[in-house]
């Protein structure tokens, strides 16, 4: 039976990050900034790893992913987000709305693997240099990126079926600035025991296979670096594992502590703080701390410029 305070919905009003007039246009001018660099960063990395021929390895196989990824989601969220500084109403369609949630939710869920794909090819490049071209050949690499992309669409699927089978109030104000499962299930009429329960096991899962994966990699990386005889070697194996390390912390702390709290614990104005580093900072962040902090990148886009804009012309 459908309760008296629910309607057949057409569409949903979002709140956005705040309701307070005096912040509205900085913050649009921030995000707007942020989602400018969050596109060259992340499409300009793409395009570099594309251009050279030397950057074509497993790492970076993975690195062209996790920028394609970053950047899809982020222009999934962002433009919308925007729209909420600007509009009096920030509404979006039901329609409108369960798509961004699907396409959101592939693309987080996709990286969340695809970050332990990357810990795996770090794991086999310190630890088994020797098997390195067999363990991770183009073969296995594209298998294990079909696995990324697999579980992303499991995962979204799942999730988004379950919410078109919930009816949702009147009231059709989301307390959050996209459409995502929590602030969602919040507006529903209708019972919601299976989307929670589906949440709790779903992103147990793509949460906590990632971070075992992560956590077994890295520590079979430690054991194996502490083994190492040359201070050089060391030195070398850590530079490389550093910047998959900060991209996995930043992602992976944001994920669990907005979809892994009680929400009595965390309040939806909190989880939306939280929820901001996911979908905003980390994309925008990546493509800076695998540039910076990488040397072949770094030659890479000094070749690329010498010969695309400091090349003589004529």
Known sequence: ?????????????????????????????????????????????????????????????????????????STVITPKMLMSFISKKNIISYPGCMTQLFFFLFFVISESFLLSAMAYDRFIAICNPLLYTVAMSPQVCSLLLLGVYGMGFAGAMTHTACMLRLIFCVDKLVNHYMCDILPLLERSCTSTYVNELVVFIVVGIDIGVPTVTIFI???????????????????????????????????????????????????????????????????????????????????????????NVFAPKG
């Not at 996995?248 to 994920?255: H, P, R, T």
């Not at 892994?260 to 614990?265: A, G, V």
């Open 217 to 307: 990699s890295y520590a079979l990386i430690l054991s194996s670096i502490l083994r190492m005889h040359s201070a050089e070697g060391k030195s070398k194996a850590f530079s490389t594992c550093s910047s998959h390390i900060i991209a996995v912390s930043l992602f992976f702390g944001s994920g669990a502590f907005m979809y892994l709290k009680p929400p009595s614990l965390l309040p939806m104005s909190q989880g939306k703080v939280s929820s901001l580093f996911y979908t905003t900072v980390v994309p925008m962040l990546n493509p800076l701390i695998y540039s910076l902090r990488n040397k072949d990148v770094k030659v890479a886009l000094k070749k690329t410029l010498s010969k």
């Open 1 to 73: 039976m459908v309760p008296e305070n629910a309607s057949s919905t057409t569409e949903f009003i979002l709140a956005g990050l705040t309701d307070q007039p005096g912040l509205q246009m900085p913050l649009f001018f921030l995000f707007l900034i942020s989602y400018v660099i969050t596109v060259v960063g992340n499409l300009g990395l793409t395009t570099l790893i594309g251009l050279n021929s030397h950057l074509h390895t497993p790492m970076y196989f993975f690195l062209f992913n996790l920028s394609l990824i970053d950047f899809c989601y």
